[in-house]
């Protein structure tokens, strides 16, 4: 099977740049099929850590073709500046060869900015939490079909026509909502420069990746955020704006649906950043355990995260939904010393009855049930054969199998590539 997708099961934040990193190894492409750069994944290299936002986590390799794919919304100028960093650390960047971009991605301009600002601003039923990014108004405009394209930064008329819509509808109502109206002059000449910049690398991928299907090419898609901040499948309202389970690396890549092989990403703990319901939430001293141990604070905001028990319900849930077969456990080390340790295998309802199944509506009024395990206090970066983790760590492993019903193939001990243990 060529094709493989890694999306992560929860609300993002799963490693799943390290697992990118690794499974890349094998991979010719790299595919980002979603979201923008409110997406921060994290590689530790032997030069030191790595952040990316825009860039797929394959571009460390230097035999991958990486992808930023047509679901994807980008701001061209943070992407510019991405590229600008990754060269200055050593590591080639050639648009047009090793990184492609879709000529049908959407482009982030500053007026999403100020909207995504403006929108949170004056929510009265509470902030959703964005990054502040411009990337929810982004893909609304997508929606609104007032969008622009990064096609559209390479032909000057054409950008003239696009931008000529987007600040009409946009100037509308800016100026009655309080926002700074629109220069288009402005705006053209700061994306004319970046479609200048980022010439080399834009054109059809979607054609591409599908003649490299269909050669056999081994092709690796890269999701961002997490299954439950899917938008049509996440903790609605409090979801990202894209489509971030498997769902999206079709339509996102523009590979036509076949059979492909769905890792779930998932830590060995629960975590979430931003607003939103989060049943098995700590907001007790072993929270502020879990965050200091894991070292949970947003890659892209620095926003400490919200943490909590592993939950079995609602890995469950996402991963029928991704029609994940096999799930990579990450931060396995990061337990120790935590005892007992606990998984969420079921909830109570505000009416009393109980429920194993991940309910749309009213999760904060759940109350989560556990399942206790013994904890392990023994350090597990060096081990790299399950039958060596401490009979505590296998038994918790063991148990997250058989409350999610799919199997741990993967386990991560520690943020270095060789720190795995594969099953």
Same mark, same amino acid.
């Given at each position: 099977m060529p094709t493989t997708c890694v999306v992560g099961i929860l609300w993002g934040d799963e490693g799943k740049?390290?697992?990118?990193?690794?499974?890349?190894?094998?991979?010719?492409?790299?595919?980002?099929?979603?979201?923008?750069? %409110?997406?921060?994944?994290?590689?530790?290299?032997?030069?030191?850590?790595?952040?990316?936002?825009?860039?797929p986590s394959g571009i460390v390799h230097p035999h991958t073709v990486n992808v930023i794919g047509n679901g994807v919304v980008v701001d061209p100028v943070h992407l510019?500046?991405?590229?600008?960093?990754?060269?200055?650390?050593?590591?080639?960047?050639?648009?047009?060869? %090793?990184?492609?971009?879709?000529?049908?991605?959407?482009?982030?301009?500053?007026a999403h900015r100020l909207q995504d600002a403006w929108g949170e601003g004056v929510r009265s039923g509470g902030k959703i939490g964005t990054t502040g990014r411009g990337v929810g108004p982004a893909y609304s405009d997508r929606c609104a079909r007032i969008g622009l394209r990064l096609g559209d930064l390479v032909d000057p008329a054409r950008l003239d026509r696009a931008l000529a819509n987007l600040v009409e509808q946009k100037n509308a109502w800016f100026g009655p909502a309080g926002i700074p109206l629109l220069d288009a002059a402005?705006?053209? %000449?700061?994306?004319?420069?970046?479609?200048?910049?980022?010439?080399?690398?834009?054109?059809?991928?979607?054609?591409?990746l599908r003649d490299a299907s269909a050669a056999g090419k081994r092709i690796l898609l890269e999701g961002a955020q997490g299954c439950l901040l899917d938008l049509?499948?996440?903790?609605?309202?409090?979801?990202?704006?894209?489509?971030?389970?498997?769902?999206?690396?079709y339509s996102g890549s523009g590979l036509p649906p076949h059979e492909m092989r769905t890792v779930g990403i998932v830590k060995a703990y629960a975590t979430r950043v931003g607003e939103g319901p989060f049943p098995s939430e700590l907001k007790d001293d072993t929270g502020d355990r879990l965050r200091v141990a894991g070292k949970e604070f947003g890659s892209t905001t620095g926003r400490p995260r919200r943490c909590g028990w592993f939950d079995s319900v609602a890995v469950r849930y996402s991963g029928a939904v991704s029609g994940a077969t096999e799930l990579v456990l990450t931060n396995l080390d990061v337990l120790r010393g935590f005892d007992p340790l606990r998984v969420v295998v079921g909830y109570r309802l505000p009416d009393g009855s109980k429920t194993t199944d991940f309910p749309a509506f009213e999760l904060e009024r759940l109350t989560p049930e556990f399942a206790e395990l013994p904890g392990f206090t023994e350090d597990l970066q060096q081990v790299r054969r399950f039958e060596d983790l401490p009979p505590n760590a296998r038994g918790y492993v063991e148990a997250i199998e058989r409350h999610t019903g799919i199997a741990v193939r993967t386990i991560s001990v520690g943020p270095e590539r060789q720190q795995v243990i594969l099953r």
């Open positions: 740049g390290k697992v990118i990193d690794y499974l890349a190894a094998d991979a010719d492409y790299v595919v980002r099929f979603g979201g923008g750069h %409110n997406a921060g994944h994290t590689l530790y290299l032997p030069s030191g850590k790595l952040v990316l936002h825009l860039v510019c500046g991405e590229i600008d960093r990754l060269i200055e650390r050593g590591i080639a960047v050639e648009l047009g060869r %090793n990184l492609l971009l879709s000529e049908r991605a959407h482009v982030i301009v500053e402005a705006m053209r %000449n700061t994306l004319l420069a970046a479609g200048d910049r980022l010439r080399a690398g834009i054109g059809d991928t979607g054609k591409l049509e499948h996440g903790t609605y309202p409090f979801v990202t704006s894209s489509h971030a389970s498997t769902g999206g690396a």
